[in-house]
């Protein structure tokens, strides 16, 4: 178990937790980053948000936020 901010660009993960306050866990929910969904980080470069593609969508997080998405590798 790892965090999304650690990965590999081109890596595919499975969302297996979330962990933060309740305005950060309703926003990622609401994006569909929910336990079990998988992911594909399609840019992970230092000091610039997280581009990943999940549900037929991209998504950017900030580096701070994707600290908080606990991943198991693929």
Request: with cysteine; aromatic share 2%; charged share 25%.
């Amino acid at each position: 178990m790892s965090t999304l901010n650690i990965q590999k660009t081109g890596t595919c993960c499975r969302v297996i937790g979330l962990q933060g306050d309740s305005h950060f866990l309703s926003r990622i929910i609401a994006i569909g980053l929910t336990p079990g969904c998988e992911v594909e980080i399609l840019r992970n470069r230092k000091r610039q948000p997280l581009i990943l593609f999940a549900r037929d969508s991209m998504i950017a997080l900030s580096r701070k936020e994707s600290e908080n998405i606990l991943i198991k590798a693929l």
